[in-house]
């Protein structure tokens, strides 16, 4: 992507009652300040009221983000060094927040020029020219970022800018700014410029971005042009690539102010929150379920079968949790034709008032069920990197560590509750069925009454008061946990269902 104009899809229109010439400009006692002292001055704005600084941003206000305020205060440009999937791109485009909802610029300038501070020596003369007359138009924060992500097809004219030809074919001489196609580092001017992977783009290219960031000029064809660009650069990077023995020169990494470090989720509890946050769920996703896929994603991060360098990406658990709730509607879909019989349907009774009978039938819901992650090790296997030397076992540990993550979920959910009443319910000649396209209906007639049924939907946070696709779901999950933990056999058949019955 060259340039977003996010956050909002649509610009607004301007208020009415902004100035619209230089002299009303003048006139309102508006002042001049760079890109660098306006993000200043918001951010302490933002400090003193309390207001939220960083919207959307979840996991780094203890460690991310103060260095991100620093720099800011300090006005260094910076870059953000981490592994994939870490927010480096969010929070960065966050930056656009702390900028003046609407700034003057010269009306049809190119590069976003003030009235009060032309570069051009055409907006120097039209500003002599018009005077106090000369048009003022209002630029939102959102068409002031510019973002380039590092390519290697990426040239110094995407960047930079180059000669037009047609320009000089008009009579301009060469070296005049009016014959430049300007791109978008200039374009920029008076906003936000981010690359992203910055030590992919060439070396050569590297190098023209020295100037921009130390003596806020540009060079053209070798022609130095005294544009003093008003830009704060931030670049994004992987930590291995960002050093002496990879692809960044030396001189470029001299000319950031600040590099910050990003990182993954510290704590189970920020995966859960940016997955909740962030996943776009088509059907309903219990929190067991969800804390199954958070454990289940920082299990990869910390497992020695995958390469540490390249990182598991925060898309991973949200990915995960949206292809769960995907299996849970594509179940509700295909059983909508078996609907069980209609002096079935209704509301759920309260567990508490039917004593440990399941809940109600109804008609078949999207309510996910742990079961439904085991599709998330094939379809997902490729965003994450494994050492070489396990090529083939890719969804072999996959499984593993979600079975993994499960065990904990339910060590962590149901330690210490009585399921004596589960264990009882399946003996050597009773199995309850279960599997992607066994509906709730079918699995809570195999349980019937349990004792501790209500207790352990509790525990999982379905209340009491579920429906029967909540109980469903808490049933399941029980069944997986004690075949985990060993006091439950468990076999899959030819057609892909799953049994539960037996000792382990």
């Known amino acids: 992507m060259d340039r977003v104009t996010a956050?909002?899809?649509?610009?607004?229109?301007?208020?009415?009652?902004?100035?619209?010439?230089?002299?009303?400009?003048?006139?309102?006692?508006?002042?001049?300040?760079?890109?660098?002292?306006?993000?200043?001055?918001?951010?302490?704005?933002?400090?003193?009221?309390?207001?939220?600084?960083?919207?959307?941003?979840?996991?780094?206000?203890?460690?991310?983000?103060?260095?991100?305020?620093?720099?800011?205060?300090?006005?260094?440009?910076?870059?953000?060094?981490?592994?994939?999937?870490?927010?480096?791109?969010?929070?960065?485009?966050?930056l656009v927040g702390l900028l003046d909802e609407w700034t003057p610029v010269i009306a049809g300038s190119v590069l976003n020029e003030h009235p009060l501070r032309p570069l051009t020596p055409g907006s120097r003369a039209l500003v002599a020219e018009a005077g106090d007359d000369l048009p003022v138009a209002w630029l939102h924060r959102s068409l002031r970022y510019g973002e380039k992500l590092a390519t290697p097809d990426t040239s110094v004219g995407d960047l930079i800018g180059d000669v037009d030809p047609?320009?000089?074919?008009?009579?301009?001489?060469?070296?005049?700014?009016?014959?430049?196609?300007?791109?978008?580092?200039?374009?920029?001017?008076?906003?936000?410029?981010?690359?992203?992977?910055?030590?992919?783009?060439a070396?050569?290219?590297?190098?023209?971005?020295?100037?921009?960031?130390?003596?806020?000029?540009?060079?053209?064809?070798?022609?130095?042009l005294r544009l003093p660009l008003d830009l704060f650069m931030v670049a994004s990077a992987n930590p291995e690539d960002y050093t002496n023995r990879g692809r960044i020169i030396t001189p470029l990494k001299d000319r950031f102010g600040a590099e910050v470090r990003t990182h993954y989720p510290v704590d189970l509890d920020l995966e859960l929150t940016l997955i909740r946050q962030e996943a776009d769920l088509v059907a309903e996703v219990p929190e067991h379920v969800?804390?199954?896929?958070?454990?289940?994603?920082?299990?990869?991060?910390?497992?020695?079968?995958?390469?540490?360098?390249?990182?598991?990406?925060?898309?991973?658990?949200?990915?995960?949790?949206?292809?769960?709730?995907?299996?849970?509607l594509r179940r509700a879909g295909l059983l909508a034709a078996g609907l069980p019989p209609a002096e079935l349907s209704g509301r759920a009774p309260s567990t508490?008032?039917?004593?440990?009978?399941?809940?109600?039938?109804?008609?078949?819901?999207?309510?996910?069920?742990?079961?439904?992650?085991?599709?998330?090790?094939?379809?997902?296997?490729?965003?994450?990197?494994?050492?070489?030397?396990?090529?083939?076992?890719?969804?072999?540990?996959?499984?593993?560590?979600?079975r993994t993550a499960t065990a904990e979920t339910f060590r962590s959910r149901l330690a210490g509750l009585d399921l004596s009443g589960f264990t009882a319910l399946v003996d050597e000649d009773t199995v309850i069925e279960t599997g992607e396209l066994v509906g709730s209906a079918e699995l809570l007639r195999?349980?019937?009454?349990?004792?501790?049924?209500?207790?352990?939907?509790?525990?999982?946070?379905?209340?009491?008061?579920?429906?029967?696709?909540?109980?469903?779901?808490?049933?399941?999950?029980?069944?997986?946990?004690?075949?985990?933990?060993?006091?439950?056999?468990?076999?899959?058949?030819d057609s892909g269902r799953t049994r539960y019955g037996g000792r382990a």
């Open 7 to 94: 956050p909002s899809p649509v610009t607004p229109a301007p208020p009415a009652d902004l100035p619209g010439t230089l002299g009303e400009l003048r006139a309102a006692g508006h002042a001049y300040r760079t890109v660098k002292q306006e993000l200043r001055e918001n951010l302490l704005a933002r400090m003193r009221s309390g207001a939220d600084r960083f919207p959307g941003i979840v996991g780094y206000d203890d460690t991310v983000l103060p260095e991100v305020e620093r720099a800011l205060l300090a006005g260094h440009d910076m870059v953000l060094l981490g592994e994939r999937g870490q927010g480096k791109t969010r929070l960065i485009r966050s």
């Open 166 to 201: 047609i320009r000089i074919a008009q009579g301009r001489t060469l070296g005049d700014p009016e014959t430049i196609h300007f791109g978008l580092v200039p374009r920029t001017n008076r906003g936000i410029f981010a690359v992203n992977e910055l030590p992919d783009l």
């Open 203 to 224: 070396e050569r290219i590297q190098v023209a971005l020295l100037n921009v960031l130390e003596e806020r000029d540009i060079q053209v064809r070798g022609y130095q």
């Open 290 to 328: 969800l804390e199954v896929l958070a454990r289940f994603a920082r299990a990869v991060r910390e497992s020695p079968s995958v390469d540490p360098r390249s990182g598991v990406s925060a898309r991973f658990a949200i990915a995960a949790a949206e292809t769960v709730a995907a299996a849970a």
């Open 352 to 402: 508490s008032e039917s004593d440990d009978k399941v809940p109600s039938l109804s008609s078949e819901g999207a309510v996910a069920r742990v079961g439904d992650a085991v599709s998330v090790t094939s379809t997902l296997r490729g965003k994450v990197e494994f050492e070489s030397g396990e090529e083939g076992r890719e969804v072999e540990i996959l499984g593993h560590l979600l």
């Open 446 to 493: 195999q349980v019937g009454t349990v004792p501790g049924l209500a207790k352990a939907l509790d525990r999982l946070g379905l209340g009491d008061a579920p429906t029967p696709d909540q109980a469903a779901a808490g049933v399941e999950f029980v069944l997986e946990g004690l075949h985990l933990t060993r006091r439950l056999g468990k076999d899959v058949t």
